[in-house]
T-cell receptor, first 112, second 115 residues
């Protein structure tokens, strides 16, 4: 079956610290991988995506590389800001695209 | 342009009542999805529409849940005989050209509370 496992939170970092949120997946076929972000009081927004192995998605200083050999899509940012405080969801979409499978979310709080 | 909208934003009802939740997708998006998000969890797929038809309803938990999209745009999720366990945030999303790696755009959700 299809599933996503991401590291549990909550994660608390100081401003300018390095961020890694781990995500691994199980999927049949060749999924596309996504990171969505949910800021306080807002809906889910796409942060970045990668559609095939070795692709790197990037946006707002965040990056994630689609690693087929380790079935991973870890999210990284070199220097976090207070405004990055949010809940981050890793997700996959199968090549039929009917469903997204989400991880449980990782809450990030960045303190000044 | 306008994003996905959902109404109401909050709905409080009593156990056993019937509720309807509405979703207005982005104009021109042919695919529409409903998800349910419980506290501390990721969104859980319920149903997917391609146009007017439900292409995949495998996520609906039981026959108390039903959804329609009669004109291929607005969709309504209907829950009969609500139970306390139905309390969650119900999310709607739309996308332009599934299937495949198309991005889904999410609405703000409807928070349903069953007392």
């Amino acid at each position: 079956g299809n599933s996503v496992t991401q590291m549990e939170g909550p994660v608390t970092l100081s401003e300018e610290a390095f961020l890694t949120i781990n995500c691994t997946y199980t999927a049949t076929g060749y999924p596309s991988l996504f990171w969505y972000v949910q800021y306080p009081g807002e809906g889910l927004q796409l942060l970045l995506k990668a559609t095939k192995a070795d692709d790197k998605g990037s946006n707002k200083g965040f990056e994630a590389t689609y690693r087929k050999e380790t079935t991973s899509f870890h999210l990284e940012k070199g220097s976090v800001q207070v405004s990055d405080s949010a809940v981050y969801f890793c997700a996959l979409s199968t090549n039929t695209g009917n469903q997204f499978y989400f991880g449980t979310g990782t809450s990030l709080t960045v303190i000044p | 342009g306008a994003g996905v909208s959902q109404t109401p934003s909050n709905k409080v009802t009593e156990k056993g009542k019937y509720v309807e939740l509405r979703c207005d997708p982005i104009s021109g998006h042919t695919a529409l999805y409903w998800y349910r998000q419980s506290l501390g969890q990721g969104p859980e797929f319920l149903i997917y529409f391609q146009g007017t038809g439900a292409a995949d309803d495998s996520g609906l938990p039981n026959d108390r849940f039903f959804a329609v999209r009669p004109e291929g745009s607005v969709s309504t999720l209907k829950i009969q005989r609500t139970e306390r366990g139905d309390s969650a945030v119900y999310l709607c999303a739309s996308s332009l050209n599934p299937p495949g790696p198309d991005t889904q755009y999410f609405g703000p959700g409807t928070r349903l509370t069953v007392l």
